[in-house]
């Protein structure tokens, strides 16, 4: 009896497992309700004051999802992020593939970057772009560095084949405050 | 140059006017030189200094100081540094007016004043703008400063942050300052003013933020605006008035600006003017040209897209435009037409023409009648393939439909590449041999074109570039160039791009920095190699000649690398991404292990004899 | 005639909305007068639903324009071959059933018919004969009606750009002078009797334009541009439709076609060329500063103000067109609204986000975008 079953159970356990794979894909269109979360938490490096804040639910539901990094990859080209940071390798703005970052590097960080904007040159995009968006470009640049999984960071580029693709970039922890801000290179600022 | 020269200069001209209409037989030169000199009024005699940027009106950079010369430059030591303390691209000139030398950085864009005076140069007094910081984000290609301008007793320097502003060059206090751009909008200021009939001119940057471009005129006395023309829109912004009268038909018609666009696409549609102007006093003439049309995705502007990419010659009283030419009509590939105009009289087809000499981005050398805007000759100095000729008889560029940017397209090895033969880097002219020393580029690119968003304040280019080095595996030249002859005298293959200006002097010299930070004098018969000295970075900057209060001859120039060539080493680039900054990045991969990130002032001088 | 102001507007033409489109005004060709109460009405009722298909703004055997007449008329000939053969093979087979009765052997081998044998013989000779001939003649005219559709493609005399994005239709009147050049969405206008040249083109993935009333299906492909050449001679409400999967919300990327009198078509086109007019309320004055300082200007642009985006259809004139969200929603404030406020509940996926504008905004928005006539 129990054997006869058996295959039955195999394939059923099969199914399962392929099951497994779905959360990636999982795709919530509609975001958080209106107004519930603001990426407001500004981490900037591994010294700050009290106790070390849990870090939000944000960086699973959006970090470890496939389409969340997708549509992060096409606003990224939308709204001229890549205008000054090109493709990773930066331009008017710094690198967004290497493992350096000014002001932190989860995904708190970058949202609140995107959000509040920073002093030497990246604009503030409050209210310019919803937070459901925000997540999903904050998630898809921790995918430049492949600070996320490697089977839902994105594939080759369809366009020019300017840089490998994040899929095989190399796996780097991000290094808070590696960086220079330029502003300190100024005498006298 | 003091009131007195003007003054000079002015009853010289006007004497020789009067002279040339009782006596036509003077005014034409019977047999014509052989080979070019500089407009005479543009270029009086060398007092020593070098007020400005361009050494004079015409553009020549040219000294005519000799004691450092080809037979003694083998002895040429550092006389004394200076470090700015700042580490972005230095692409300035240093100014040297009685005595003192002015070194404008790039941003925040502090003024030195250094005196020469005394040994070892210290500084009198530094001048801090204070430009917003906010303003280094919508600095297209490194917060760069082409130079500072003198005169009147005051110095004049733009700030990244679209301000003009000018301070007493005796004490360093600021006398005006004047808000011209809006950095939200993107526009930004990184070009040398020059300083005629007591008016500053200046233009905005940011061709790749859709801005629109002007150039502006203010008074040099109080900084109040006296004219701004438009390089979009309709005719009465752009200045275009009775007084125009273009040599081509494909320049006459009314409203150009608005009927060459989309609808409204000229409002957001770039031909900033952030390279040279030039000024000839004997036609009353200012000669600049005007940038790139946005986005850089050209499907999404058909047309001309008039005024960019071309040159314009205006009154510089009011502004208002003689003749115009476009060098790019619907420009494909970001090639601004903000080069260095070098304002010669030569010899062409047997008798002596007033001309203007633009080393222009696409490649060709054009030598165009600056009275009447007609081309005289446009060829070549750099193997172009992105373009098959200029047409002389109507002035018309030939694209190469094979070349053409589409959507969705990835179109291989375009030569030019969007910097260009050569970028805004000045050439130098010298009338000893009557040849244009070129530094320039040898790269070709990759080009996609895609849709670009235009969001006010952010990147409007809509291009994916990849640069690579061009024919002969080299990726920089020094082209010496005989106008006359139309053709190269000599050329030197350099391994980087060239992003620094040339120097000529009298000497038989002339001088050029590279960007792993050579500083090199090359004989300018011949360009052989006479004297090279390795700076501590990357030179993208101008240099200069000047006589000290000494009496002896100083070569001196800025050394930092950055702009759009150095972006990968002033801005910690990646270059694993081959399309950072705008694919410039992918041809010059190397040169974070050849340099690092600088900014310091280098003098130099023959060993003094006593 | 239908006025200009007639035609866009789904006044029961057609509702944009899925769902089952009515006969339309217009009798169809293969329309069936029945009896009512006669014998097997109900019967022959049945496949009637199926009929109403046959006219009406989407259907190609409602042929508007001179190439879909031509494939109209090649549809004609396949319909009424392959019709004359079933039936030909129905008679058979009845002939067959019924013949069966009268000569059942019993038992054993069937016996050998000299005669019979040879007929059989020379019938199925005749048979696939004929269906050769038949093939041949099909072919042949499949031919000759492409060989038509490219001669009339040597005339043109005005261009629309159609892209296919996810998940609507960008539509691009390129002109000589180019600062004629209009652009709008998910609406061609088209003046009847004109050959039109439609180049087409996508960036994301392809997409497939099909308008049955006037023309075949033609695939938009990123990085090449195709091209559909089209006579439309009726004038009237058309509805195009992606034919091509292309994600999530293909099936509600649809587009109106308005044929119309080269009048009212320029007068049209003189209306699309004006930037968009100033806000004359207080309240559309609101809308304008919510537009211009929210995330809708980050991918939507209205000429004539500061938003110049276009990753998203341009709103110029969003009020004059009959549909929005791509034909998924008939044009009226209430549905903007609905739209705005929840994008992702209508056509969920789709590129627009849930932006979350405050109630008294929304309304004020909505009072502004429905200015933009």
Redesign the interface.
């Known amino acids: 009896m129990f054997s006869r079953c058996r295959p039955a159970a195999s394939v059923l356990a099969l199914c399962v497992l392929l099951l497994a794979a779905c959360e990636r894909e999982e ?1 919530a ?3 958080e309700p ?2 519930e979360v603001k990426p407001g938490a500004i981490v900037q490096g591994t010294l700050y004051a009290g106790e070390p804040s849990p870090p939000p639910p944000q960086r699973r539901e959006y970090e470890g999802n496939a389409y969340h990094i997708s549509e992060g990859k ?1 606003l990224f ?4 992020c890549s ?2 940071h ?10 967004l ?2 493992d ?1 970052w000014i002001y932190g590097g989860e995904l708190e960080n970058i949202a609140a970057t995107i959000v509040e ?1 920073r ?5 503030s995009f409050r ?4 937070d ?2 925000v997540w999903q470009l904050a998630a898809y640049v921790r995918s430049m560095q492949r600070a996320v999984r490697k089977d839902v960071a994105p594939g080759r580029d ?3 084949s ?3 693709g994040e899929q095989s ?1 190399p796996v780097q922890e991000a290094k808070p405050g590696g ?1 220079t801000p ?2 300190s ?5 | 140059m003091s009131k007195l020269q003007c003054c000079l200069l002015a009853l010289l001209a006007v004497a020789y006017n009067i002279l040339a209409c009782a006596f036509p037989a003077l005014a034409q030169d019977p047999a014509p030189p052989a080979k070019a000199i500089p407009a005479p009024a543009a270029s009086p005699p060398d007092d020593g200094n070098w007020s400005m940027p361009a050494k004079n009106y015409a553009s020549t950079r040219f000294s005519e100081l000799d004691e450092i010369n080809a037979g003694n430059v083998r002895d040429l030591q550092v006389s004394f540094t200076f470090s700015t303390g700042v580490v972005r691209g230095h692409e300035a000139a240093p100014l040297v007016v009685n005595g003192t030398m002015y070194v404008v950085t790039p941003y925040p864009n502090h003024l030195h004043a250094l005196d020469l005076t005394k040994p070892g140069a210290p500084t009198k007094w530094t001048f801090e703008p204070k430009p917003a910081a906010s303003a280094q984000g919508v600095a297209c290609c490194d917060y760069v400063n082409r130079g500072p301008a003198f005169a009147d007793g005051k110095i004049f320097i733009t700030t990244l942050d679209a301000h003009t502003i000018a301070i007493d060059a005796e004490t360093g206090q600021e006398v005006w300052r004047t808000k011209l751009g809006d950095i939200n909008k993107g526009e930004s200021m990184t070009m040398a003013p020059l300083v005629v009939k007591g008016k500053v001119l200046v233009g905005n940057s940011g061709g790749e933020f859709g801005v629109r471009g002007w150039v502006t005129a203010l008074d040099a006395a109080t900084g109040k605006i006296v004219w701004r023309a438009y390089s979009t829109g309709p005719d009465k912004d752009v200045l275009i008035g009775p007084d125009y009268q273009p040599f081509y038909d494909k320049e006459k018609g009314k409203d150009l600006g608005v009927s060459t666009w989309p609808p409204n696409a000229w409002e957001i549609g770039g031909g900033t003017m952030w390279g040279w102007i030039s000024y000839d006093p004997e036609l009353d003439l200012i000669y600049h040209g005007t940038g790139n049309p946005g986005p850089w995705n050209p499907e999404q502007r058909p047309g001309d897209n008039k005024w960019t990419g071309g040159i314009f010659a205006r009154n510089p009283d009011t502004g208002q435009a003689r003749w115009f030419y476009q060098v790019v009509p619907h420009d494909l590939y970001d090639y601004d037409g903000i080069n260095e105009l070098i304002l010669v009289d030569l010899p062409w087809n047997g008798e002596t023409r007033k001309a203007l000499i633009r080393p222009e981005r696409n490649g060709y050398l054009y030598v165009i009648d600056r009275r009447t805007g007609e081309v005289l000759a446009a060829d070549p100095y750099f193997p172009v393939n992105s373009t098959s000729g200029v047409d002389l008889k109507t002035g018309q560029i030939q694209y190469n439909e094979d070349k053409h940017p589409r959507m969705g397209k990835v179109v291989r090895d375009i030569c030019p590449t969007a910097p260009g033969a050569k970028d805004w880097n000045p050439s130098a002219f010298s009338p000893r041999t009557g040849i244009v020393y070129i530094p320039h580029n040898n790269l070709c690119m990759d080009w996609e074109s895609v849709e670009a968003n235009y969001i006010a304040g952010t990147p409007y280019v809509g291009a994916n570039v990849k640069m690579y080095a061009g024919p002969g595996g080299h990726r920089g030249a020094f082209t010496a160039w005989d106008p006359v002859q139309r053709k190269k005298a000599w050329e030197i293959k350099e391994d980087l791009p060239l992003w620094s200006g040339a120097l000529a002097t009298a000497g038989d010299l002339v001088f050029y920095g590279t960007l792993d930070g050579w500083f090199k004098a090359v004989h300018a018969q011949t360009g052989e190699l006479l004297w090279r000295f390795k700076t501590g970075s990357g030179i993208i900057g101008q240099p200069i000649s000047y006589r000290g209060p000494d009496g002896r001859q100083y070569i001196a120039v800025l050394s930092g690398v950055g702009g759009w060539a150095g972006a990968i080493v002033a801005g910690d680039l990646d270059p694993h991404d081959a399309s950072a900054a705008k694919g410039f990045v992918n041809a010059v991969s190397d040169l974070p292990r050849r340099t690092t990130k600088g900014g310091m002032l280098y003098v130099f001088a023959l060993p003094s004899r006593s | 005639m239908r006025g200009f102001g007639d035609s866009r507007r789904p006044q029961g033409a057609w509702p944009p909305h899925p769902g089952p489109l009515p006969g339309g005004e217009r009798e169809g060709p293969l329309t069936l007068t029945l009896s009512p109460g006669g014998r097997g009405t109900w019967v022959a009722a049945l496949p009637l639903p199926l009929l109403t298909a046959c006219s009406g703004p989407q259907s190609m055997l409602d042929p508007a324009g001179t190439q879909a007449g031509h494939i109209g008329t090649m549809w004609w000939i396949l319909f009424a071959t392959c019709a004359a053969v079933y039936g030909i093979v129905m008679l058979w087979l009845l002939w067959a059933l019924a013949r069966r009765h009268r000569w059942v052997e019993p038992r054993g081998v069937l016996p050998v018919e000299e005669g019979r044998d040879r007929g059989l013989t020379f019938w199925l000779s005749v048979w696939v004969g004929g269906t050769v001939v038949i093939l041949c003649g099909l072919v042949t005219a499949s031919y000759a009606v492409d060989k038509s559709l490219t001669h009339l493609a040597n005339r043109e005399e005005l261009a629309v750009e159609v892209e296919g994005m996810q998940w609507w239709w960008r539509i691009r009147y390129p002109d000589d002078d180019p600062s004629r050049s209009i652009a709008t969405a998910n609406e061609i206008h088209l003046p009847a009797g004109a050959p039109v040249r439609l180049k087409l083109k996508a960036q994301d993935v392809i997409h497939s334009l099909w308008i049955p009333n006037l023309h075949g299906k033609m695939d938009l492909i990123p990085g090449r541009e195709n091209e559909l050449f089209l006579v439309a001679e009726r004038e009237g409400t058309y509805r195009g439709q992606c034919a091509e999967f292309c994600g999530l919300q293909h099936a509600h990327m649809a587009l109106t076609v308005v044929v119309e009198s080269p009048e009212d078509f320029n007068a049209w086109k003189e209306a699309q060329l004006a930037p968009a007019p100033e806000p004359a309320s207080d309240e559309q004055k609101r809308g304008k500063a919510v537009f211009l300082s929210s995330a809708c200007s980050m991918c939507h642009g209205i000429r004539g103000t500061t938003a110049s985006a276009s990753v998203a259809p341009d709103l110029t004139h969003l009020a004059s067109r009959p549909t929005i969200a791509a034909g998924t929603l008939p044009y009226n404030r209430g549905n903007l609204a609905a739209w705005i406020a929840d994008p992702q509940r209508i056509k969920p996926g789709n590129h627009m986000p849930l932006v979350g504008v405050p109630p008294p905004d929304l309304q004020a928005l909505v009072a502004y975008l429905d200015s933009l006539k």
């Open positions: 795709r269109y509609r975001g209106v107004g096409r080209e939308w709204f001229n205008g000054c090109a493709h990773g390798g930066g331009d008017i703005g710094p690198p593939m290497d350096t904007g002093p030497n040159g990246m604009p209210s310019k772009i919803p459901q968006q369809d366009h020019m300017a840089s490998p970039q960086g330029p502003s290179q100024g005498t006298g600022q």
